[in-house]
């Protein structure tokens, strides 16, 4: 149960940065890694946090629902 609850709150986090970085990231920055763009980077980096928030969610919530009988 507590490794289903450490995992819906890390996926909550990963979520919420991710749409952060998406939405606001990288606006009003120069500079960049190579040839991308600060806003490409922050892109990037907001795809694979909400990826990885909305994977842990759903194991997190997997795990609970399991746990409680379901």
């Given at each position: ?6 995992l819906?709150?890390?996926g ?9 970085a998406l ?30 928030g ?17």
């Open positions: 149960m507590a490794l289903g609850l450490l819906l709150l890390a909550s986090g990963g979520v919420g940065y991710g749409l952060y939405l606001r990231g990288g606006r009003g920055q120069s500079g960049g890694i190579g040839p991308l763009p600060e806003r490409g980077v922050h892109v990037i980096a907001g795809l694979r946090m909400l990826v990885v909305a994977v842990c969610l759903v194991a997190g919530g997997y795990l609970l629902w399991s746990y409680f009988g379901g």
